[in-house]
């Protein structure tokens, strides 16, 4: 889980839940700062867990007062900015993301509506 509205204004705070069928583990995971890319404090941004041939990601996409796309890796819990990508698909907050799995290493994120000037459904193809 990544960001949101605190109340200490808006967090880049990382967490990693576990569940079992009696507990609930949560982990923060530290922001090592410096030259690391990591994402900015967000909220009413949308994500998604994706499967990739290299393993497992979150894709955070949107929110206020960040109209930008992060990939993180989660198991070796590195981020990375996704750039050049359409105005339409990260000027968005209060969206929905789903993914559609084509295949085992081919995934459709659908983005759908939010607080934007943008009537469409944007449709972005990740390996």
Do not use: C
Request: glycine share 10%; aromatic share 12%; no cysteine.
């Amino acid at each position: 889980m990544f960001g949101g509205a605190t109340d200490n204004g808006w967090s880049n705070k990382l967490y990693m839940i576990s569940f079992t069928k009696t507990s609930v583990d949560i982990l923060e995971v530290p922001n090592p700062r410096g030259s690391v890319q990591w994402p900015k404090g967000r909220g009413a941004h949308s994500s998604v867990l994706i499967t990739t041939s290299s393993g497992p990601h979150l894709l955070v996409l949107g929110g206020f007062f960040a109209f930008d796309v992060w990939l993180l890796d989660i198991i070796k819990r590195k981020w990375k900015e996704l750039i050049n990508l359409p105005v339409n698909v990260i000027n968005r907050n209060r969206h929905s993301l789903s993914v559609w799995s084509v295949t085992p290493t081919t995934n459709w994120i659908i983005e759908f509506g939010g607080g934007t000037s943008y009537t469409d459904t944007a449709r972005s193809h990740m390996q």
